[in-house]
């Protein structure tokens, strides 16, 4: 009994991780980080701002607590826009009470 087998340093096993991760787990994240996060913080602010007339250090302070809250959801696996708006929305409204 004969097998054609090739060397082990020659066999691919399914265990071993690719040299390279494939250009789509790498695409999302980024299009995430660069488009579609600052995109919800620019549109949450933009709607922040036509509730009620504010202060520009008001809004300078708003900006920061929704970078920090979005790029938060973010890191949590969120992805879409919209509920990245309506999540730094919530977060800024229950800052704005507590001032």
């Known amino acids: 009994?004969?097998?054609n087998r090739r060397p082990r340093s020659e066999q691919a096993t399914a265990t071993e991780a690719p040299a390279f991760p494939s250009s789509e787990t790498q695409t999302?994240?980024?299009l995430v980080e660069k488009s579609v996060a600052p995109a919800a913080i620019e549109r949450a602010l933009a709607v922040y701002q036509q509730l009620n007339v504010r202060d520009q250090s008001v809004i300078v302070q708003a900006r920061k607590i929704l970078?920090?809250?979005i790029y938060g959801m973010v890191d949590q696996g969120e992805r879409d826009e919209q509920r990245l708006t309506v999540g730094g929305l919530a977060h800024l409204q229950q800052w704005s009470?507590?001032?």
């Open 67 to 69: 970078t920090q809250h």
């Open 1 to 3: 009994m004969t097998q």
């Open 97 to 99: 009470l507590g001032e």
């Open 28 to 30: 999302i994240p980024d």
